[in-house]
C-alpha cells in the first residue's frame, strides 16, 4: 500500500512486490506513476526535501533489487535544474538503466501537473531499452491518450512491450474507457501493452484513483484488475514475444510507423539475465479465444449470408446450391445459404439442398441430411450417385472391390459435377462447404469438393464449425436444434468407403483440435516446431498422450506443406478467421522439396 510521501516506506513495499514478481518468474515489471512519493503530494513537489528523498529512494530501491533478475520500472519526480520532472527510471542490477520523462501533462479537470512539472523537452528522444529477451518502451499515463503516443513513434524500432505507469482516476465509465485505450494501442502496435495504476492510497480530497492493471496482448484484454482493491498486488501476464514479432513482420503499418518522423529514438541495451518464462496454462482452443466474442456465431452467419448475397448480385443468380452430407460443414454452409436468400429477400425455397448418397454412404445420415433441408425450409433434391460411380469406375478400369483413393475420390468428383450441372439448371451458385482446417491439410479433393463457386467456410476452422453448430442449437426451433446438436456430436467421415472404421477422419489424420491448435500457432504465431509441440504438451496434457501429439503434428507438418497446390487455385470465399487463400493472409511455393 503506498504511502503517500513517506519513500522509505514506498521503496520497502516496492522492493516487496518485485521480490514477489521474481518468485513467479515474472521479467520485466512496472509500477504506478509517482509511486516512489505518491502522486498526490500537490505542491509538496515543488519542497526540496521531497524531491531529495526521492532522488535518495531511486538509489535505496536500485541496491536492494540488485540481485533480482527482473527489469522494474518505478516512478519519481527528477529535479533537473529549474525544471521538476514526472519521471520513470528503468532499474536492472543494481543501476539505473535509462530516465523517461512524461510528455504530456495533463491539465483539465482534476490535474493540475503544469503546476509542478515541466514536460519533456521536445527534443528529448523517445527510448527503446532492449533487453535482449525482448524490447520495450515506457509512457507515463497521460502520453497515452495523446493523439501521436510516444509508443506509436517508438513502434519503428521495434517494440514487444509498452510498460506505462499511470495514475488515472477512476470515475464512472473510466475504467472501460481506459481498458479500450490499452487495447487499442496494444492491436495498433502488434505489442503487449501494462499498465499500473494508482490505488486507494493516494489522497481521496477530489477523486479517487482505483489501482486495477491492465495488460493488452496484441489488442486482447488480458488482464483487467479490479478496481479499489485494499492492498496491491501483482497482475501478470507470460508474453509470447516470438509471436508477437512474426506478426508485426507480417504488418508493414506496424513496422513502418512513423518512418519520418523527425523525433529521435535511442536504443539503451540492458545487460540483463532474465527468466524464460513458460505458460503455466495455455488454451487449447486458440481460434475460440481469439475470435470467440460475444454472439460470435450469428456473426459468423451475418457475414456468410452478406458476402454470398453480394455474389448472388455480381452474378445474377437466381438460387444457391448446397451439397448436404449430414455433416457439420455442410450444415454450416446450409444455414449461411439461407441467410443469403434471406438477405436477398428470397424464399429459402430457392436454396437448394442437394443430398447425393454414394457408394459408402449411411442410411441414418443420408436422412439426416434429408431432415436438415427440410427443417431450414430449403428445396430438398435427393440424386443416388452409386450407380454413375459403379459405371465410370468400370469405365476406367477400376475393380468396384478396390477401396483406394481412386475409388474415393471419383465420387467427391461425381458429387461436385452433380451440383455443377443443377446449379446450370437452376441458374444458382453452388455453395462450397469446405472449412480451413481441410484446407490446410488438404483433406479434399482436387476438382472434387475442392471445387465450388463460393466458399463458404474456407475461413473457419473444424473446432470453430462445431462450436457454431451447437449455439445456433441453442436459439433455434426443436426440430432444428436436435439436428445441428447431432449433426455436431457426431463422428467426422466424409463417407466415401463402406464401414465406419475406414470412415472415421480424425483416425486418419488425428485430432481436429489438435490440428486446429497446430495451425494457429503456424500460421497466426509463426511459431516454432519446438513451440508448438511444448505448447501443445501443457494445453492438451491429460487429454492425449505425448505420441499422439507428436504423430499428429508430423502429419500436420507433412500434409500442410504437401498441399499448397491446392490452396493455390482455391475458390472466392469470405475471411472470417484466418485465411488460406493466396489472395489474403498466405502465399508459398506450391512445389518445395
Known sequence: MLSLGDTEANVAECVRMAETAVKDGIAGMVFPE????????????????LLSSASKALKSFAEKTADLPVVSIVGLPLAEGAAVYNAAAVVHGGEVAGIVRKRALPNYGEYYERRQFTPAPSDDPIVVFDTGRFRFCVEICEDLWTPVPPSSIAARQGVDIVFNLSSSTDYL????????????????LGCAYAMASSGTGESSSDAVFGGAPVISVDGRLA?????????????????DVEALRYRRRSMSSV???????????????????????????????????EYGEPGWHQKVLDIQGTALARRMASARAKRLVVGVSGGADSALALLGAVSAAERRRLPRTDVVAVVMPGLGSTGKTQKRAVALGEAVGATVRVVDISESCRMHLAGIGHGENKLDIAYENAQARERTQVLM?????????VVGTGDLSEIA????????????????????????VLAALRLVADSSPERLSSLLSEIADAPITPELVPGAAANDTESRLGPYELHDFFLYHYLANGASVEKIRELAEIAFAGKYPVDTIDETLKTFLRRFRNSQY???????????????????????PSDLP
Open 173 to 188: 465509465g473510466k475504467s472501460r474507457r481506459r481498458n479500450d485505450l490499452v487495447c487499442g494501442q496494444s492491436a495498433r
Open 255 to 289: 513496422g513502418n510507423a512513423f518512418a519520418a518522423s523527425n523525433i529521435p529514438v535511442q536504443d539503451i541495451h540492458i545487460k540483463a539475465d532474465l527468466p524464460d518464462a513458460t505458460p503455466d496454462d495455455v488454451p487449447d482452443a486458440p481460434f475460440l479465444l
Open 441 to 464: 491439410l488438404g483433406w479434399n479433393t482436387y476438382g472434387g469438393d475442392h471445387i465450388s463457386m463460393y466458399q463458404l467456410n474456407a475461413s473457419i476452422p473444424k473446432t470453430m
Open 223 to 239: 488482464v483487467a484488475g479490479k478496481l479499489f482493491q485494499d492492498s496491491p498486488h501483482v497482475a501478470t501476464v507470460v508474453v
Open 566 to 588: 491446392k490452396r493455390n487455385c482455391v475458390p472466392d470465399g469470405p475471411k472470417i478467421t484466418l485465411s488460406l487463400s493466396p489472395r489474403a493472409d498466405w502465399r508459398m
Open 34 to 49: 509517482l509511486c516512489l512519493t505518491g502522486y498526490t503530494c500537490g505542491d509538496l513537489f515543488f519542497r526540496d526535501d
Open 421 to 429: 450441372d443443377i446449379a446450370n439448371m437452376e441458374n444458382a451458385i
